[in-house]
């Protein structure tokens, strides 16, 4: 082999980690989206038709990380049939002198009943923009699929923990600093 040859080789093999590396983060999204894994979530548009005798105890858990804001569910838990659509509401209070902009990541544990969390409405599918000293209620509306009463691997499971952390999103933070002192 030549060293033109092998120098291709080279260029070509590095071209190819640098596209990987740059669709690795959509395409693991994608993964974890269709397969439930680490947790995630699904997103639904309308709740199922059946409705189970099967119960399971949704836990309801809030934290903020790096954002000048209070977070917290206004509920602890609730019981649900399996197929029933349930309503939750957290509430977010601005403790900053500007406005701040938030995200929230979410997930559920058991990390393997993520497939089954089916989420209809929803505070996490976008930004909030939440003015200084304001307080907002947001609502989360869900159901956990019946479909989860035939996967044996989840027979056990009476609790899934639905956790969200809100944090402020660095694209806005300098903005709205700005507009506040205007």
Excluded: W
């Amino acid at each position: 082999m030549n060293n033109r040859t092998l120098a291709l080789g080279f260029g070509v093999a590095a071209l190819g980690m640098l596209g990987l590396a740059f669709a690795s983060k959509p395409l693991y999204d994608t993964f974890c989206r269709v397969t439930g894994f680490g947790g995630t979530t699904q997103v639904a548009d309308a709740a199922p038709e059946e409705i189970l005798d099967r119960t399971v105890n949704v836990r309801f858990d809030a934290n903020v990380m790096n954002a000048p804001v209070q977070f917290r569910a206004l509920q602890t838990s609730m019981d649900v049939h399996l197929g029933e659509h349930g309503l939750a509401f957290f509430e977010v209070t601005n403790t900053a002198d500007h406005d701040v902009s938030l995200m929230a990541s979410y997930n559920v544990t058991p990390h393997r009943a993520g497939i089954y969390y089916n989420k209809l409405e929803c505070f996490c599918f976008e930004e909030r923009i939440v003015k200084a000293g304001e307080t907002k209620k947001l609502p989360v509306v869900y159901f956990v699929s019946p479909e989860m009463d035939a996967d044996s691997n989840l027979a056990d499971v009476r609790t899934i923990t639905l956790s969200y952390t809100f944090y402020e999103t660095d694209k806005f933070r300098g903005a709205a600093k700005s507009a506040a002192l205007n």
